[in-house]
């Protein structure tokens, strides 16, 4: 594609708009076909539609050769492909998990955008939340996963590739303790200004956090990744300035897809 067709980077906005546009044909029609059954049921349905368009979606803009993978990538694919659309077994995964996170933020803002009647969050299952939270940050591992490598921690706590459950239940804990204090502080504020609260609050605790997982070599970043960083540092880090607006982007996705299906699970209707 012509550089008219890119606003960062290889980060096109045709392709951001046709994505867009999967998404919400997925959505669309799932509410409309299956506007009976409940939400929480229904998110299932959009995930599974969403997928398949998905597949045939990046089986087209590969086969035309406006997308590529990254070395990375291609590096940890195991060479088997799905018949007739000649993508990577991996897809399969892949663009569920991708699909799952990106779901899961439409719906949560457009439950609080229509105005409907919500049920406030049930702290008391903190069980139940713990493991959604759980899934969420293994959804957020491994969307990011290979580009960003969790190394030198011990061989026992990886459960995938590099994902560590060390790392894994660290977010875990830094989203539980931000959004907890967020919502302690900010409780008559509107939904709006508790988001916003929750990202900044995140990423200034994650910032010195990942800063030290980078120096040490726990955290690294795939060449494919740092060959587009601009050259600038965040002051007194060694985190690139990518970072600092990469976190909070992330962050949203797990943060809406947490707060999404605590929401649908305390609102049963």
Known sequence: MGRFAYVYYDVSWILTLG?????????????????????????????????????LGEAWVVGIGI????????????????PLLKLPIESLYYIPVFMSLIIAFYKYWDLHLSKKIILPINKNKWIRNLIIAIIGVLLYEVMIEPMVINANLPNWSYIYHDISFIITLGWVFLIYVSTSIVD????????????????????????????????TGVRQYGESLTN?????????????????????????LVITFVRYWEIILDNKN
Request: without cysteine; glycine residues 4%; proline residues 4%.
């Open 19 to 55: 994505w867009t546009g999967l998404i919400s044909l997925a959505v669309i029609a799932g509410d409309y076909f299956f506007k009976t059954i409940k939400e929480r049921t229904r998110f299932f349905v959009y995930l599974v539609i969403a997928t398949i368009l998905g597949l």
């Open 67 to 82: 997308r590529t993978y990254a070395p990375e990538v291609a590096n940890i694919l195991i060479n088997i492909n799905i």
């Open 184 to 215: 302690y502080f900010m409780i008559k504020e509107n939904l709006v200004k508790r988001f916003i609260a929750y990202l900044v609050l995140l990423t200034v605790i994650t910032i010195p956090i990942e800063n030290f997982l980078v120096a």
């Open 228 to 252: 587009n960083f601009m050259g600038f540092m965040v002051p007194g880090t060694v985190l690139a300035f990518e970072v600092l607006f990469a976190i909070p982007l992330y962050l949203a």
